[in-house]
């Protein structure tokens, strides 16, 4: 009997990994023309970075990462006293130059690393390397490793834990990065000096006040912390903090965000529940994507009261397939931008055998152009995960 069932383990691994690579294949099919082209586009741009513009309003200096939180405005009985929230309702007035910069830098790594891995040609990872020297290592134009000015609130503070958020979109960059990082284009004196700028931004979102404050929220801006820092951390091979993530993701993240159900409630509650459910799967679905090991398969965890991964893809897949079966109140905002070819359904088809949410993923809106939906989309360049 245990010779049989050993003899059943190899063959049920076989035909998970035979499907994920059908799965890998089928991706790479429908996404390599595009990818081709994104980084066609990405050959011919010059590095933008925090550098290239500024604005009166930031306390902090040339070097660092500044913001204006989205959803505050001029208050109409104190038009210029301190700004209020509207929840769900971004301003189009406040600064979001030094996001943009961001958001098109991890544009452009994603489209280099994505060619790269399909083509194996290095003219990709020299590019790249320009764009990354430039945020990373030049003293002129380098990011300092903080975001102690993100997501200030004019005349109530000069930065919020909030603005951590931000950064998620540095995570392509450092997956593009383990993708490259072995070149021979990729010389080693400055990987390291990437790899020391993201260790010293670990060390910051484990350390500061922001980054404790942020870590330890309850709704999506906590997972998305663990999301990021396990990113960078597996850039950087930090072994302890990957473990001390793994830990968190099965002990706070998954129990106390979300229902037996698998609906995310603090997410529900919002003036954008669609949307930030969607956001915060895609969230939880990256962190078992980038955590999860052999021995320990996030993607397989289940909590005591049956709380999983694979139970919130189930709970949000249908309002996803089909949008008209959403029950809550419609999204305050953007609510026609959504859904797109969001991450839990690649990586949820991709780990769990599951074809039709596969085809639902390669249906949508695969390069979305909304600025609110590709702020929300921190992965759009799946091929540097698989």
């Not at 066609?40 to 500044?66: L, N, Y």
């Not at 529900?268 to 980038?290: E, H, V, W």
């Not at 931008?337 to 596969?358: R, S, T």
Request: proline share 5%.
């Amino acid at each position: 009997m245990k010779k049989i069932s050993l003899i059943c383990v190899f063959v049920l691994t076989a035909v998970v990994a035979f499907t994920q690579e059908r799965i890998k294949l089928q991706a790479t099919n429908v996404l390599k023309k595009q990818v081709l082209a994104d980084a066609d586009w990405a050959m011919k741009q010059k590095p933008v970075t925090v550098t290239a513009e500024s604005s009166p309003r930031s306390a902090g200096g040339k070097h660092d990462f500044f913001s204006e939180a989205d959803y505050f405005w001029p208050n109409p009985a104190n038009p210029d006293g301190p700004y209020i929230n509207k929840d769900g309702q971004s301003n189009p007035a406040n600064f979001v130059a030094h996001r943009k910069a961001m958001i098109r830098f991890s544009e452009i790594i994603g489209a280099l690393a994505s060619a790269y891995k399909i083509t194996g040609d290095e003219k990709y990872v020299k590019q790249a390397v320009v764009h990354l020297k430039a945020w990373f290592v030049d003293s002129e134009t380098l990011m300092n490793p903080n975001l102690l000015f993100a997501q200030a609130v004019k005349g109530v503070t000069t930065g919020r834990s909030w603005g951590i958020i931000d950064t998620i979109h540095f995570m392509e960059v450092a997956q593009g990065i383990i993708v490259m990082e072995k070149a021979k284009s990729f010389d080693k004196a400055t990987l390291a000096t990437i790899k020391k700028w993201f260790a010293d931004y670990i060390f910051w979102l484990n350390n500061s006040k922001p980054g404790v404050t942020e870590k330890l929220a309850k709704n999506n801006h906590s997972a998305c912390w663990v999301m990021q820092v396990a990113s960078f951390a597996k850039l950087c091979n930090d072994k302890v903090m990957l473990d001390s993530l793994r830990w968190r993701y099965k002990n706070v993240s998954l129990p106390n965000q979300m229902a037996t159900d698998g609906s995310f409630p603090l997410e529900l509650a919002r003036t954008k529940p669609y949307g930030y459910s969607i956001f915060n799967l895609d969230a939880f679905t990256m962190i078992c994507q980038i955590l999860s090991t052999p021995e320990d398969n996030l993607w397989k965890y289940e909590t005591a009261d049956g709380k999983s991964i694979y139970k919130g893809i189930n709970y949000l897949y249908p309002f996803v397939a089909d949008k008209s079966k959403w029950t809550l109140k419609p999204d305050v905002m953007y609510w026609n931008n959504w859904p797109v070819a969001q991450p839990f359904l690649i990586f949820g088809a991709n780990n769990f055998q599951n074809q039709n949410w596969f085809n639902t993923w390669k249906s949508l809106d695969l390069k979305p152009t909304v600025e609110e939906v590709i702020r929300n989309v921190p992965v759009r360049h799946p091929l540097i995960w698989l």
